[in-house]
């Protein structure tokens, strides 16, 4: 069985960083695209970073220069390194993996993050 397991959220101030991390067990399949996408209150999910199995990464505009995403050489285990976090930043993240042969997606439960003085 599949299972995602984020951490390394918490509480920062404005322009603290934060790494997070997610650790995926259970892959039997080979994996594709590793990304991570927030949810604040009130909002829809909204994708933040993917990254290939070749290591190109994307960003969303809003986080583009700030943070930077990166996976293992197993490419089990996803990464986001998170600098110069702003208010708006504020959300839970949830890392996602992509089934390569199928599309098929698994989502991990979630890591909050909350910027605030």
């Known amino acids: 069985q599949v299972r995602l397991v984020e951490s390394g959220g918490g509480l920062v101030q404005p322009g603290g960083s934060l790494r997070l991390s997610c650790a995926a067990s259970?892959?039997?399949?080979?994996?594709?695209?590793m990304g991570w996408y927030r949810q604040a209150p009130g909002k829809q999910r909204e994708l933040v970073s993917f990254?290939?199995?070749?290591?190109?990464?994307n960003y969303a505009d809003s986080v583009q220069g700030r943070f930077t995403i990166s996976r293992d050489t197993a490419e089990n285990t996803v990464y986001l390194q998170m600098n110069s976090l702003k208010a708006e930043d504020t959300a839970v993240y949830y890392c996602?993996?992509?089934?390569?042969?199928?599309?098929?997606?698994?989502w991990g439960q979630g890591t909050q993050v909350t910027v605030s003085s």
């Open positions: 990254i290939s199995t070749g290591g190109r990464a």
């Open positions: 259970g892959v039997i399949f080979r994996i594709g695209l």
């Open positions: 996602n993996i992509v089934r390569e042969a199928t599309g098929s997606e698994y």
